[in-house]
T-cell receptor
Framework: AQSVTQPDIHITVSEGASLELRCNYSYGATPYLFWYVQSPGQGLQLLLKYFSGDTLVQGIKGFEAEFKRSQSSFNLRKPSVHWSDAAEYFCAVGPHQAGTALIFGKGTTLSVSS | EAGVTQFPSHSVIEKGQTVTLRCDPISGHDNLYWYRRVMGKEIKFLLHFVKESKQDESGMPNNRFLAERTGGTYSTLKVQPAELEDSGVYFC???????????FGQGTRLTVV
């Protein structure tokens, strides 16, 4: 079955520390991969995406993610977390077929301590 | 360019009442999706429109949910009658072309009491 696993429900990181959010997927073929963020009171905002090519992708707000096919993973990283990064983060996968729905993980809530 | 817009942002209704959620996609986006997140669970697909046609409604929970997309523009999702388990955040997204990058609205938080 197709699925996305985000093993960490809640993570707390000190401001200025590095961050890595984990994402593993189970999919029949190479999927498109996405990370979305939802800040309090906001909608889902796309942080970054992987379609093909370079497996290290850069996104907005200083985030990056690396696609590792052998591990079926697409972990999100940021070298130095800011208090404004506190939010809920969702990993999602989708097929290469246009117009097909995404499959989401359950999300990871990030808290940033001062 | 305007993003995906959803109305209302919040709705509190009593069990048995009817609620209609609206989504205005990005202009020109043929694909429109509805998703739902029940508290503590993952965001789950409900249905997909291509223009005004329902392409996939396999995620619709039951026949109390009715979605329409008039003229291939905005879409409505009606819940009638609402039950307690319908509470959650309903997201709308739209996309166009390939690769399929979906743009999401801010969601409608529905609370059924």
């Amino acid at each position: 079955a197709q699925s996305v696993t985000q093993p960490d429900i809640h993570i707390t990181v000190s401001e200025g520390a590095s961050l890595e959010l984990r994402c593993n997927y189970s999919y029949g073929a190479t999927p498109y991969l996405f990370w979305y963020v939802q800040s309090p009171g906001q909608g889902l905002q796309l942080l970054l995406k992987y379609f093909s090519g370079d497996t290290l992708v850069q996104g907005i707000k200083g985030f990056e993610a690396e696609f590792k096919r052998s591990q079926s993973s697409f972990n999100l990283r940021k070298p130095s977390v800011h208090w404004s990064d506190a939010a809920e983060y969702f990993c999602a996968v989708g097929p290469h077929q246009a117009g097909t729905a995404l499959i989401f993980g359950k999300g990871t809530t990030l808290s940033v301590s001062s | 360019e305007a993003g995906v817009t959803q109305f209302p942002s919040h709705s509190v209704i009593e069990k048995g009442q009817t609620v209609t959620l609206r989504c205005d996609p990005i202009s020109g986006h043929d694909n429109l999706y509805w998703y739902r997140r029940v508290m503590g669970k993952e965001i789950k697909f409900l249905l997909h429109f291509v223009k005004e046609s329902k392409q996939d409604e396999s995620g619709m929970p039951n026949n109390r949910f009715l979605a329409e997309r008039t003229g291939g523009t905005y879409s409505t999702l009606k819940v009638q009658p609402a039950e307690l388990e319908d509470s959650g955040v309903y997201f709308c997204a739209s996309s166009h072309g390939t690769p399929p990058e979906a743009f999401f609205g801010q969601g409608t938080r529905l609370t059924v009491v």
